[in-house]
């Protein structure tokens, strides 16, 4: 397969609600999506996950859209790959930001699935070796932001749960004290519960881990510093609610970092974070034949990057339910027909050929505006 062409559009999603996660408010979300198209004037989807400022990691997507127009296209030339884990190879050695990298190989995912006239989550189970029938749903779980007291928590909660949700996260900061903690858990003894602490806490704070380590929450979600290894091991030493990292696992460097270190039992795999999905597979096959496990997490997506994430999830290395909500959680309006709705706490994995969703009117007139650039 060879790409012709490539074109970007700047999406820009109001938030139904302003999302608060750790030191920073969004109420708008750019995204900007990529389109490629091939020799056979096939075009293939993906986009860029990062947020407009570097407060998660610092990316942004600003930078990967530079990186993906002035560095990836240009050394991806005229160049032909006959698998996705061929252009895998090309585009980690591009050194490119890992959300640019994986924007791009989203895109060839599609392509070579509908190439192949499969779906993407076909050709993810076949380049792993599953010859199974593909999951037509997978469980799925929602993150809730940070509110200013355990009775708002408490309530939305509750909203979600009667959404079907199966598991809830909640976004942690220093102000939840183990009071507050233990009065939302109180709440709910038995819903599978976690934190995300999104590294604001430091070592120095392990007795507020401790007198919450018999809350029975699921996991403890990056507490500690986002290039750290040490001091999460030392963390997970003292308690017995598994540590998941997600801020500091890029490549496979830092998965072995997690093995040899026993830094945590869950890793927290953002296709996005990692560089794409040939990566994602390979670190998450590396975590699961050494004992850690792995689930999905998200990063506000559109309905494209959703479907990219239904599919990851649907596959058996991840067994714990992951951060994709459904279409209508976060905007007003998506850019794709249809909408990706909670069943009984599951969410349908698009069976169509490629990544089985395709962009409405509204994006269609948006991508129309641009020009495709030749490379
Ligand atoms: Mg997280």
Redesign the pocket.
């Known amino acids: 397969m060879q790409i012709v062409s490539y074109k970007i559009h700047q999406f820009s999603f109001k938030l139904k609600h302003s999302y608060r996660f750790a030191d920073a408010i969004y109420r708008d979300r750019p995204i900007n999506i990529i389109a490629l198209k091939d020799e056979l004037g096939n075009v293939g989807l993906g986009e860029v996950e990062a947020f407009e400022f570097p407060n998660y990691i610092d990316e942004t997507q600003r930078r990967c859209v530079f990186s993906i127009t002035s560095r990836i296209m240009p050394l991806l030339g005229s160049k032909v790959y006959d698998t996705p884990f061929e252009f895998a190879r090309f585009i980690n050695s591009t050194n490119a930001p890992y959300m640019a990298r994986a924007a791009v190989e989203m895109a060839i995912w599609d392509l070579f699935a509908k190439r192949n006239g499969v779906s993407v989550q076909k050709l993810m189970m076949l380049a792993v070796g599953d010859s199974s029938a593909p999951d037509s749903s997978v469980a799925v779980g929602v993150a809730i932001g940070i509110k200013g007291s355990a009775a708002e928590v408490i309530k939305a909660v509750q909203r979600e749960l009667d959404l079907g949700y199966s598991r809830i996260k909640l976004k942690v900061n220093r102000h939840y004290s183990v009071k507050m903690l233990t009065e939302i858990r109180a709440h709910f003894p038995d819903v599978l519960m976690m934190i995300?602490c999104?590294s604001q806490f430091h070592l120095r704070d392990k007795s507020f881990f401790k007198n919450i380590d018999g809350l029975n929450f699921a996991m403890i979600?990056?507490p500690l510093g986002k290039k750290d290894f040490i001091d999460h091991a030392k963390l997970q030493a003292q308690i017995h609610t598994p540590l998941c990292l997600?801020?500091n696992i890029f490549n496979s460097e830092d998965v072995w970092k997690v093995i040899n270190r026993h830094s945590a039992g869950f890793i927290?795999m953002k296709l996005a974070r990692v560089g794409g999905i040939s990566n994602a597979l390979a670190l998450s096959a590396l975590a699961v034949n050494h004992g850690l496990q792995v689930w999905c997490?998200g990063m506000l997506e559109t309905g494209i990057g959703r479907a990219f994430n239904l599919a990851l999830a649907s596959l058996g290395y991840f067994q714990f339910p992951g951060d994709i909500s459904a279409s209508n959680r976060y905007y007003e309006k998506d850019i794709i027909n249809g909408e990706f709705e909670i069943d009984h706490g599951k969410i349908t994995v698009p069976q169509g050929v490629g990544l089985g969703v395709e962009l409405n009117e509204y994006a269609q007139e948006k991508f129309a505006e641009e020009e495709w650039i030749k490379i």
Do not use: A, L, R, Y
């Open positions: 995300d999104n979600e990056q997600d801020e927290n997490g």
